[in-house]
């Protein structure tokens, strides 16, 4: 709130500014103090969100600029291998990809915006960003799975991502009690 405010005060401080100019008629100077106001206050606002939302996610942005990169040359190659690979196909489906994550964070921090701080809301930011990033992580290790003839990433882990993808708890992907439970009836 504090920062829509100082947005607006340095507006109406530009806005005086400019009535003190002599040379410039009223009716012009009330059109550009409008716009000034009703365009670039909202703009400088959500700027400001920005800026002050990347100086606490950058390394989340990092991640996610590094995993994007991977799974588009991973799909590339998979594509390429197995003779199906179209930049039209590429392009349209990594954009979709690119949307849907911006678009589904986005949705998903607003609600963890409104939820506030507490232990909660740390939680289910950090499962945001988890679910975020395994969006294009588990798309790309589907693929290297398929391309070593399904030896690595081990099936193990496979098992986990495709379970946590069905259920989305995070206890699936870093519990070892079922790969306990799995050697010991092998043992049996």
Known sequence: MKTLFLTIFSQIYCALLLFSEAKIPLSEKSVITAKLLCIFTPIGYVLKQL??????????????????????????????????FSWKRFLLKNSEMFGVMILVYFLLEIINQVAGLSITGEYFQMLIQLVTLLYPISKALKNIHILSNFKHPPSFIMKKLYKFEKTGNVNVLFNNNEQKNDSQNNKQ
């Open 51 to 84: 800026d002050h939302w990347f100086a606490d996610n950058h390394k989340f942005v990092s991640f996610m600029i590094y995993v994007i990169t991977i799974n588009m040359i991973v799909g590339l190659y998979y594509h390429w291998k197995k003779h199906s």
